[in-house]
């Protein structure tokens, strides 16, 4: 089964438009379709940021998207490749994903070195 890590913009995005590419690209995930894999620090980065009070997200379907991770995906512990990124936090998502072989879908595919491991969620669709 195809492995992905995904970016947090996409788990946001995801919840806030219901029908666009990062929904679609997580209806997979829970059809298991394709499989997440996340790591510790990845699930603290989701948890930080759906508590943004400007997101709007009720604590309880926080705690239903994270329980929904957690049973799904597959948490691993990544190793660190030590790659410069423009924003450093996008490196544990880098590493998880290389250290897996798994897709890394991002909306902000500027961030990231052009590989063909790393997709937007629209790329991403086409090609599975």
Known sequence: MKKVVIDTNVLVSSILTFDGNPARV???????????????????????????DKLNIASQTQLKIINEITKLGVMIEPIPSNIILSDETDCIFYDTAKTCEAILITGNIKHYPNEPFIMTPASFLLQH
């Open 26 to 52: 997580m209806k997979q995930i829970s059809n298991k379709q394709v499989t997440l894999v996340y790591c510790p620090e990845i699930l603290r980065e989701y948890e930080r940021v759906l508590m943004y």
